[in-house]
């Protein structure tokens, strides 16, 4: 290239970006986990001991059963939030491998459930609004609120698997919440009466995710 023709494409670059603002060189998606799980574990912390910690809390802890089941949720907590990090960007920085695993520790959960359910046996309760219910939206909301702000931020184009991951994100922290608290351990009422409020939250992230992640 001539020193003409380098002089006119550089007058043309000069001309078309003279209006445009300069930006701040995008942050590396984890400074925003970090922030999250602070506050996540100091908010769950609050609110287990204000709702009341489950009076066989020491027993449980010495549960493989109980252990195992928290282990996986809380993997599913950091695994989902890791990929909601990385969702900010267009391309995820090329770690789209987070969504699948993510998906994997759901599969390794709802498996757990389906041979909990069949070894003990699976009662439905009265599908209601209870105690139950409203201290999971409580614990589950506040954490989804929070990795929301967070992650709007940032650029997705994904706007329906980030609201998945923020979804999963805050519910299996309420989820580990509910378990230290509520001392029902059926099946039934885990799955209808822990979850259910979050199946429904899904569905109304969903319909708004387009919007919600906007940029």
Known sequence: MSNSENSNLNSLVN???EDLKP???ARHPLVYTLPWLIITAIFAFIAVKHIGVRHDAIEKLHDSVFLFEITVVAALALSATIASAYLMAPDMR???WLIPVTLTISFVFAM???IKSYTEGFQSPQ???DHCMQEGMFMALIPMMALIFFVR???TTKPIIMGA???LAGASVAYIGLRFTCVMD??????ILHLTPYIVLGGVIGLIARRLYKW
């Open 15 to 17: 001309a078309l970006s």
């Open 94 to 96: 090329g770690k789209k």
């Open 23 to 25: 930006i701040e060189k």
């Open 165 to 167: 991951m923020n979804l």
């Open 153 to 155: 931020s940032g650029a």
């Open 112 to 114: 757990w459930n389906f």
């Open 186 to 191: 059926t099946v039934g009422h885990v799955l």
């Open 127 to 129: 599908l209601r609004f």
